[in-house]
């Protein structure tokens, strides 16, 4: 499976983007699937993760409710729409899928197999 992420770019504090990740195949639908963060000089991190059958969800604390993640798996997608931007957020996102055949959440990044290449998301003024 191949994963394609979009939608980063330039935003100010306050403001709202939506991240996509498209998969090649449909048998992402089976993976839990993951959305990280890394930001420069720091380890990468879970920021928000949803099961296979979209019921499990898991915020990381430095997000809480301001980012909501979703999945379309007709249309092999993963959604993190990100909104009250603040510049700590300033980061490379990457989505993953883990394919762990039972759903769960988990923040650990050796447990997900498969990356996208990631896309950049700046909160500035």
């Known amino acids: 499976v191949q994963l394609q992420a979009s939608g980063g770019g330039l935003v100010q504090p306050g403001g709202s983007l939506r991240l996509s990740c498209a998969a090649s195949?449909?048998?992402?639908?089976?993976?839990?699937m993951g959305w990280f963060r890394q930001a420069p000089g720091k380890e990468r991190e879970l920021v928000a993760a949803?099961?296979?059958?979209?019921?499990?969800?898991y915020y990381s604390a430095s997000v809480g409710d301001r980012f909501s993640i979703s999945r379309n798996n007709y249309a092999k997608t993963l959604y993190l729409q990100m909104n009250s931007l603040k510049p700590e957020d300033t980061g490379v996102y990457y989505c993953?899928?883990?394919?762990?055949?039972?759903?769960?959440?988990?923040?650990?990044?050796?447990?997900?197999?498969?990356w996208g290449q990631g896309t950049l998301v700046t909160v500035s003024s």
């Open positions: 195949a449909h048998t992402v639908r089976n993976y839990n």
């Open positions: 949803i099961g296979k059958y979209g019921y499990k969800t």
């Open positions: 993953a899928a883990d394919r762990s055949t039972i759903a769960r959440t988990t923040a650990a990044p050796d447990e997900y197999e498969y």
